[in-house]
């Protein structure tokens, strides 16, 4: 199970840090993504870490303003958002992939269909 916490309201340039956590299944062993999807939209992948946590990709829309990271020790993989703009409200979800099929890195961000468990999604929202 994946549930995902720390969404809210801010203001546009504020920051955020979602957190994934996991349970009954080692997180570590799995490539992470992170999607968003808001009303009328096609859902986006916004970032993504492979499980040796060593690839790293973003959407181009928030390179630069988000980080990824990951703690195995607490199952959990975070991320951080800084300066926050409206167009980046949406609900944000968390999702673990095996990497059977590919690997998160600079040339690939594996997408949605290939992730096996989804958690139920946090809501940013970016308002003044």
């Known amino acids: 199970q994946l549930v995902e916490s720390g969404g809210g309201l801010v203001q546009p340039g504020g920051s955020l840090r979602l957190s994934c956590d996991a349970s009954g299944f080692t997180l570590g062993f799995y490539g992470v993504g992170w999607f968003r999807q808001a009303p009328g939209r096609e859902r986006e992948g916004v970032a993504c870490?492979?499980?040796?946590?060593?690839?790293?990709n973003f959407a181009k829309s928030v390179k630069g303003r988000f980080t990824i990271s990951g703690d195995n020790a607490k199952n959990t993989v975070y991320l951080q958002m800084n300066s926050l703009k409206p167009e980046d409200t949406a609900v944000y979800y968390c999702?673990?992939?095996?990497?059977?099929?590919?690997?998160?890195?600079?040339?690939?961000?594996?997408?949605?269909?290939?992730?096996?468990?989804w958690g139920q999604g946090t809501q940013v929202t970016v308002s003044s």
């Open positions: 870490i492979s499980s040796s946590r060593g690839g790293i």
């Open positions: 999702a673990a992939d095996s990497e059977g099929t590919g690997i998160c890195g600079a040339g690939y961000f594996p997408p949605g269909e290939e992730y096996e468990f």
